[in-house]
């Protein structure tokens, strides 16, 4: 009889057997794949597992200090790379879309072969795919979508290991999400909303700076945390602020402001195929935009994006 635990149990006992006292090496983007693989690894080999955790600077409001709160924790050799400044000064005059992807997956690649080199040589390179990512062309779901994208910036071919172990391959996604509350993970890890694998960085329009991705991060905490607050979120499947290029005029007091325009985008979907905007409620959205120009000074104006997909993506680049 099929149930959670027993799968579990079994699947710790396949890994031990598997890996032995061999060591094996993880990249840990704090996606719901990737941290449920640390969890159950974390559970069959403790410090035989070694995360690297590359911190490109275009995560969302404080995720990289919560990223290193749960696996900092955790029977793991975890490892944090603060490369924020490696990929600013990549990024510093970048302003195409598939341009700044390739310069984020490209630069993540490096950061996580120069971190693996410094470890030597792993027996295994564990990832985080799921089933879908399996059978990626009959499903055509999320996960093979996010795939697709993730593979812009090429797969570490400079990394030092035999064989390649995949724990989660036989699992659907609502499955991986149970298996990582099973194993204790925190539940807004497990029930993470798809982020794109170059963050923020392709949610900042035109040139990404510093100042623009902390100007974006707390907008988009404002706009999720008064989702959160009015019971809207549990509906969407996405949601999140974007950080135009355009600045417009507004008055405050006797002073004319000149500031960015924010988009705000929520979205229901089933599969990331197609997308319907959500309906939220106008006394919500007006919230949101009283508290996001009062406490943020840099934006000036608040649009909401009643576009569907197609013909609309989801993200604006
Ligand atoms: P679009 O914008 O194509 O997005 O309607 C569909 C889904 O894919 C995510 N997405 C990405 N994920 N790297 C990723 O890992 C990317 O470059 C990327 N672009 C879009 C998007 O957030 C949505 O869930």
Redesign the pocket.
């Given at each position: 009889d099929w149930n959670m635990e027993n799968y579990l149990d079994s699947e710790i006992a396949r890994l031990k057997e598997r890996i032995g006292g061999k060591k094996v090496l993880l990249a840990l983007s704090g996606g719901v794949d990737s941290s449920v693989c640390a969890a159950l690894l974390s559970r069959a080999i403790g410090k035989q597992l070694t995360c690297i955790f590359v911190d490109h600077g275009l995560m969302r409001y404080k995720e990289g200090d919560a990223i290193e709160e749960t696996f900092g924790k955790m029977d793991v050799n975890f490892k944090r790379v603060n490369a924020q400044a490696r990929f600013f000064g990549k990024l510093a005059g970048v302003t195409e879309p598939e341009a700044k992807?390739k310069a984020i997956g490209e630069e993540f690649i490096r950061v996580f072969e120069e971190e693996a080199k410094a470890i030597g040589k792993v027996d295994f390179l564990a990832q985080g795919t799921i089933y879908p990512d399996v059978v990626e062309s009959g499903l055509g779901g999320?996960s093979a979508?996010?795939k697709s994208?993730?593979n812009?910036g090429g797969l570490p071919e400079h990394v030092d290991f035999e064989d390649i172990v995949e724990p989660l391959n036989m699992l659907f996604k609502d499955e991986v999400r149970r298996l990582g509350i099973l194993l204790g993970l925190p539940k807004e890890m497990v029930w993470r909303q798809?982020?794109?694998?170059?963050g923020l960085g392709?949610r900042v329009m035109g040139e990404v700076t510093p100042e623009k991705v902390d100007l974006l991060q707390k907008a988009d905490f404002i706009f999720r945390e008064e989702l959160d607050k009015a019971g809207e979120s549990g509906s969407l499947s996405?949601c999140f602020a974007v950080l135009t290029e355009q600045r417009t005029v507004g008055v405050v007091g006797d002073f004319r402001t000149y500031g960015y325009t924010l988009a705000l985008r929520a979205v229901t979907t089933d599969d990331?195929m197609t997308?319907d905007f959500a309906r939220i409620p106008y006394d919500v959205l007006e919230k949101i935009s009283t508290r996001i120009i009062g406490e943020l000074p840099g934006i000036g104006r608040i649009v909401y994006d009643v576009t569907t997909?197609p013909p609309a993506?989801?993200?604006w680049e």
């Open positions: 992807r999320e979508v996010i994208h993730h812009v798809p982020f794109p694998g170059p392709i996405q990331f997308a997909k993506t989801i993200e």
